[in-house]
C-alpha cells in the first residue's frame, strides 16, 4: 500500500477515526422516530486528510479497490459519483448545501469495519469524514449535527433512505456505554453497560450473506410504515401507545399491521433494555433480543435463514439471548453468552453453518467503544 505522502507529496494534516455499531435493541424504529440503543464497535474507519485550497477532493481507500478518485467540489451533485465515493463526496455536498464555505481536501482511508454486515461501515465512512471536515475547516459543529449532515449524504446523495441510529452511534456513543437514543429529538442518554462485570460478553456474528432484495424492500418498509401512521392520525408510528395499538391494528390494512405491531413493541423492548442495564442487570437483556428477533422475523419480515439458524444456533448453545443486528435480509446477529462459553458458543454457530452448507460466520466481540474522533 502507498503512504499518503508518496501518494500526495505531502504530509497529512491530521488523522480520525469513526467506529462501527452494533445496536442492542431497537430495529427499524429510528426511521419511525422511536427509541434505538446501539453501542460503538472497536473497529473504525480511519481517515488521514489535508485541506487543499484549489477546490479538488481526492479520495482513496484502501477497502475500495482502485485508483485516487478526483472530484471538483463545485461539481458534487446528488447521483453524480458513483461507487463508494459517494459517501465521502456526499458529506462535503451536504456541508455545503447546510452553507459550510468549506474547500478540497486529500483523505485517505483505512477500515477495519467489515462493509456490508450490518455493522454501519457506511456510517462510520460518513462521520469520519464530516469529523475531518469540521477539524480541517473550523466549523465548531457539534456531535448531532455532524451526524444529521451525515445522515443528509446518505439519504440524499447516495439515496439510501436510512434513518439516524447510525450516524449519532458513530458520532455520540461512549466507551462502557450504549446509547439511549429518542429519534425524535436526538436527546440521548449514555447508559453504562459492564458486560465484563456481569461475566459475560457481546458476540458478533457476521453471516457474511447480503441478499439483494435488502435496498428495495428497506425502501418499501419504511413507506409502509409512514402510510400507516399517516391513516392512524399520526406524526410517527413512534406515537402509537401499546395500549392503543389493538384499536390501531383493528383499523389497518391486514398487510400494514405486522409493521405497525413491530414498531411498537421494539420500541418498548428498547425501554425495556434500558431498564434492566439501569438496574445493573445486563443478562436480563437476553430474552429481549430474543423477542426482538422473533418480532422482525414474524411481523418484520427482515431475517433471512442465515440469521436465522445463527440466532437459533447461538440460544441452542447457551447464549442468553440473540437477534439480528441491523436493517436486516443478512449481515450480523449478536448473541448475549457467559464469557467463558463466548468461544464455544461461536464453535457451535460456525459447525451448525457447516451443516447447513453456508459459508462460515466470521466472529468479532463487541466491547463498547468510543465515538467519532481526532487521533492525532
Ligand atoms: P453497512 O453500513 O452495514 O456496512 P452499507 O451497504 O450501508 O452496509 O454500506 C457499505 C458500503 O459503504 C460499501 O459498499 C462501500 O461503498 C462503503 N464503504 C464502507 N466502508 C468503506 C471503506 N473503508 N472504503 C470504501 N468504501 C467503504
Ligand atoms: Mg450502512
Request: zero cysteines; proline letters at 8%.
Given at each position: 500500500m502507498k503512504t499518503f505522502t508518496a501518494l500526495y507529496g505531502r504530509p497529512a494534516e491530521g488523522e480520525w477515526a469513526a467506529p462501527g455499531r452494533v445496536n442492542l435493541i431497537g430495529e427499524h424504529t429510528d426511521y419511525n422516530l422511536g427509541f434505538v440503543l446501539p453501542i460503538a464497535l472497536p473497529q473504525t474507519v480511519r481517515a488521514r486528510a489535508a485541506r487543499r485550497d484549489d477546490g479538488r477532493l481526492r479520495l482513496w481507500s484502501a477497502q475500495g479497490g482502485g485508483p485516487v478518485t478526483e472530484l471538483r467540489i463545485a461539481d458534487l451533485a446528488p447521483g453524480a459519483v458513483p461507487g463508494w465515493a459517494g459517501y465521502p463526496a456526499g458529506v462535503v455536498w451536504a456541508l455545503r448545501e447546510a452553507g459550510h464555505q468549506v474547500g478540497g481536501a486529500d483523505i485517505r482511508l483505512d477500515s477495519d469495519v467489515p462493509g456490508g454486515a450490518g455493522l454501519s461501515s457506511s456510517a462510520a465512512l460518513e462521520c469520519v469524514v464530516a469529523t475531518a471536515y469540521a477539524d480541517l475547516y473550523g466549523l465548531g459543529l457539534t456531535a448531532p449535527d455532524l451526524a444529521l449532515l451525515a445522515q443528509r449524504a446518505e439519504n440524499a446523495f447516495v439515496g439510501v433512505p436510512c434513518g439516524i441510529m447510525d450516524q449519532m452511534a458513530s458520532m455520540c456513543c461512549r466507551p462502557g456505554a450504549a446509547l439511549f437514543l429518542?429519534?425524535?429529538?436526538?436527546t440521548a442518554r449514555q447508559v453504562p453497560v459492564d458486560l465484563a462485570g456481569a461475566g459475560l460478553a457481546l458476540l458478533v456474528l457476521d453471516t457474511r450473506v447480503k441478499h439483494d432484495l435488502g435496498d428495495g424492500a428497506y425502501a418499501a418498509l419504511r413507506a409502509g410504515c409512514e402510510r400507516a401512521a399517516a391513516m392512524l392520525g399520526l406524526p410517527a408510528l413512534r406515537s402509537l401507545q401499546p395500549s392503543a395499538l389493538a384499536d390501531a391494528l383493528a383499523q389497518l390494512p391486514t398487510e400494514l399491521g405486522p409493521l405497525v405491531r413491530h414498531v411498537v413493541t421494539e420500541n418498548a423492548r428498547v425501554e425495556e433494555a434500558v431498564a434492566h442495564l439501569d438496574a445493573g442487570d445486563?443478562?436480563?437483556l437476553g430474552p429481549v433480543l430474543t423477542a426482538g428477533h422473533a418480532s422482525l422475523r414474524d411481523?418484520?419480515?427482515?431475517?433471512c435463514p442465515e440469521t436465522d439458524l445463527a440466532v437459533e444456533a447461538a440460544l441452542a448453545a447457551g447464549a442468553h439471548g440473540a437477534r439480528m443486528t441491523g436493517g436486516g435480509f443478512g449481515g450480523s446477529v449478536i448473541a448475549l453468552v457467559d464469557a467463558a462459553e463466548a468461544g464455544r458458543v461461536a464453535a457451535e454457530v460456525t459447525a451448525a453453518f457447516r451443516a447447513a452448507g453456508y459459508a462460515e460466520p466470521r466472529t468479532l466481540t463487541a466491547v463498547p467503544a468510543e465515538g467519532a474522533r481526532r487521533l492525532a
Open positions: 429518542d429519534s425524535r429529538d436526538l445486563p443478562a436480563a411481523d418484520y419480515r427482515v431475517s
